[in-house]
């Protein structure tokens, strides 16, 4: 398989570690594109020898988008359109999007995937579960004033410009770790993708979420996108709306489970994570800052009794979310291409 790449995302985007080297060789007519910087494929129309009937043909175009259903918020729309004329196939994270837009245009073009751990070989040394060193993670940026964060986010990790009292859960550590410049007042530590995956192993619960909050000027934008994805709204106790957003399936999630840390997600009205995973088996949910510290402490407090969940976990992973297992199901075995 031929494999492109124009990168717009952070230097910490896992798009940046995807090793194909396994495919070379094999799918030799499908050209495979990632990277926000990605509007058409360049080898289109490049003729190839079919090894199976010796008949030519052009390459087959596939892209990734992981940027969806926040791509759609920027000025690019326009690059969306030219994708959707110039690629076979694109292969994308949200759902709704790929219902939508292949009933617009009428035929299969959008593939839901799930994200694939992007290589086995940075899959870092599990501490035994007795010698991890922090109790609650959380990786990501964090937004002080977005509901999201102000309500859900930083009153779990008891950080933040506005002194969160984090309550029975202050006996525990707890780390926010981000991929860039501490920009948002919290005292996140910024670390690379591989020591991101490294402290995230160190680590006994990991804090999940498949939200994108929607504020500001990107409201109007959003509102647009009716018939494509929904835009969401979260409450507060009284039932009044806090906040809007999209979802989208998060790394993070992924991430934790192949870090055996066990993954404390978020229950929000989509429940994307179910797609791929099942909650009690795979992940646990939570429904508010409560509802966390309770179930945090009695994890953190009988850790033990939740050591074959992680482990069962991983190797469900390792069988199923890999790169290579990606490739298979979704490249190599798909008929049609």
């Given amino acids: 398989m031929r494999t492109h ?16 080297g396994f495919s070379d060789g094999v799918r030799e007519d499908v050209s495979f594109y990632t990277g926000h910087g990605t509007q058409q494929p360049d080898d289109a129309s490049e003729q190839i020898t079919c090894l199976t009937c010796g008949t030519n043909k052009t390459r087959t175009s596939i892209f990734m988008d992981l940027e969806v259903p926040n791509g759609l918020l920027s000025q690019e729309r326009i690059n969306w359109e030219l994708r959707e004329r110039n690629f076979d196939k694109i292969f994308t994270i949200e759902p709704e999007v790929v219902k939508n837009r292949n009933e617009e245009l009428g035929e299969e073009k959008y593939v839901y995937i799930p994200l694939p751990f992007p290589d086995i070989n940075l899959i ?16 990501g940026h964090v937004f002080q004033r977005l509901f999201l964060y102000q309500k859900i986010i930083l009153p779990i990790m008891g950080s933040g410009e506005l002194s969160y009292d984090p309550g029975p859960l202050k006996r525990f550590n707890r780390l926010i770790v981000s991929g860039g410049n501490s920009t948002h007042q919290t005292p996140e530590r910024d670390v690379s993708y591989q020591e991101k995956l490294s402290l995230n192993a160190d680590s006994r619960i990991t804090v999940g979420h498949s939200i994108i909050p929607i504020h500001g000027r990107w409201l109007g934008q959003a509102k647009k996108l009716s018939g494509i994805t929904t835009l969401r709204e979260l409450r507060n106790s009284q039932g009044d709306i806090e906040s809007n957003y999209i979802v989208q399936q998060k790394y993070r999630n992924i991430e934790a489970m192949f870090c055996k840390s066990l993954l404390l997600h978020f229950r929000d009205g989509s429940r994307i994570i179910e797609d791929f995973f099942e909650p009690d088996k795979h992940f646990i949910y939570f429904d508010s800052v409560e509802d966390f510290q309770e179930k945090a ?40 291409l």
């Fill in 5 to 20: 790449y124009a990168s717009r995302e952070q230097d910490y985007a896992p798009l940046h570690f995807f090793n194909w």
């Fill in 124 to 139: 870092p040394e599990h501490p035994d579960h007795d010698k991890k060193t922090c109790d609650i993670f959380y990786a």
């Fill in 297 to 336: 402490c009695y994890i953190l407090d009988h850790y033990d009794e939740y050591i074959p969940m992680i482990e069962d976990t991983f190797e469900y992973v390792m069988q199923n979310h890999t790169l290579e297992k990606f490739f298979e199901k979704y490249i190599f075995s798909i008929q049609g």
